[in-house]
Every structure is written in C-alpha cells, then in structure tokens.
C-alpha cells in the first residue's frame, strides 16, 4: 500500500526554473503556502490525489471543446499582471454561491496580497462580454517552460457557456504562444470527483507518487 504523502513549505520567492521544477514533483501553492498530499479524507471516504499535467506538443482540442470555443466566440479575453481587485473579489463571491460543501472564504484564500510576482510571476485571464461587464476570471502562474493553473472564478449566470473549461482552453493556448512545454491544470482523483473535467484534455499525463514518474493518461472516450 503507497504510504501518504502530506508536505507543505512557505516561500515569498520562487525563480521560474525552480517552479518547473517544483510543479513536476507534484507541488502546488496557494498565496505562499506550498503543498502536495497523496490522500484527501472527506465525508465519503478517502481520495487518492493525483497530480496532472498537459503536454501541450500532444494537446489537441477536442470536438466538445472546440464547441465551447465557438458558443463563446462574442467575448472577449486578456492577460494581464494578476491583482487582488475589488472586482475579482467581488465575481468569487458569485462564484461560490455554487458550492455546497467546503466552500472557501474568499479570493485572498488562493492568492498573496502581491499575486503578479508573490511567490513567482503571474497573470490573470480576463473573459468579458461584449459590453465589457467581467464573467470569468482565471489566475496563471508563470515558469520558465511550464505554466500552472492557480483558480479560477466564473459568474455561474453564465453557465451554460462553460466557462470554467473556456478559461482552461484559453491558459492553454496563451502557454503555448509563451513556448511552454507544459500546462498545469492542478489536482484530481482517481475516483470520480468534480474534478473529473480536468481529465477531458488530449496529452494529458499523471504523476505516479511512488515512482516520480509521469505517464499518458487514456482519454474516456465519451468525453472527446
């Protein structure tokens, strides 16, 4: 039986190299709080954690993500230096609405006071309708040949343009034009979970924790 991994460590610095190399061991971070853990204990049981990560020279979109491209083809979208503004502020506590159970406090919960360069460089994703009112927002750490998907916030009003997918696909896109070799879409479970649409991606690879190793992870056909 794998034994349980449970680790964190603060650091306010981190340089570009260090944070590939960091995200390809299986850590995360929220704000300067580093962390990776094996096992998540919850109400119905324990989950096996796994680390993900897209080989954006294998990513392909698929059919369903391409639709959702096209049914948000009238917004518009821009990266800019990430900031703990009024209005993300604001947009995460819409988004919350939606949770159930372990819903979180607030943005500053995911991001330093200083989150364009605390711990490492990073941007947010801005997606706004055409008038300009802000409906989605994504945070994006920036390493020297990887990229790693921190939050990400949508008004759940608009829901049925699947945002949270379009944010995904646009980090994706903007990683690659950056010439990064890999994408970072953050934590899922081997059993089924919410997080299960992270698994949705083509080129998409899983650490094994006892080997150190990552390996391609099938696609389930019903989702291409």
């Known amino acids: 039986m794998q034994a ?4 964190a460590f603060r650091c306010d610095a981190v340089p570009p190299e260090l944070m590939d190399q960091l995200w390809a061991s299986g850590w995360r971070h929220f ?3 580093f962390f990776r853990y094996s096992h998540s204990p919850d109400a119905d049981g324990v ?6 990560r897209i080989d954006l020279e294998r990513f392909v979109p698929s059919r369903s993500q391409r639709r959702v491209g096209r049914r948000n083809a009238d917004l518009t979208h821009a990266f800019v230096p990430a900031q703990l503004s009024d209005e993300a502020r604001a947009l995460f506590q819409i988004h919350k609405t939606r949770f159930k159970d372990n819903v ?3 943005l500053d919960t995911f991001l330093s006071p200083e989150p364009a360069r605390v711990p490492c460089a990073c941007v947010e994703c801005r997606v706004c309708l055409p008038d300009g009112r802000l409906i ?3 945070y994006l750490d920036l390493g020297a040949q990887a990229t790693s998907a921190v939050y990400g916030v949508f008004d759940p009003a608009h829901a049925r343009r699947s945002l949270g997918i379009h944010t995904m696909l646009l ?4 990683s690659r034009a950056l010439g990064g070799r890999y994408y970072y879409p953050g934590y899922a479970t081997l059993e089924p979970s919410p ?3 992270k698994r949705q991606f083509a080129g998409l690879e899983q650490l094994d924790w006892e080997s150190g190793e990552w390996r391609p992870l099938g696609l389930n056909p019903n989702t291409i």
């Open 31 to 33: 704000g300067s709080t």
């Open 104 to 106: 979180p406090d607030d």
């Open 195 to 197: 997080y299960d649409y």
């Open 171 to 174: 980090e994706i896109e903007h």
């Open 47 to 52: 989950h096996t954690i796994t680390p993900l």
């Open 136 to 138: 989605a927002l994504s």
């Open 4 to 7: 349980m991994l449970n680790q």
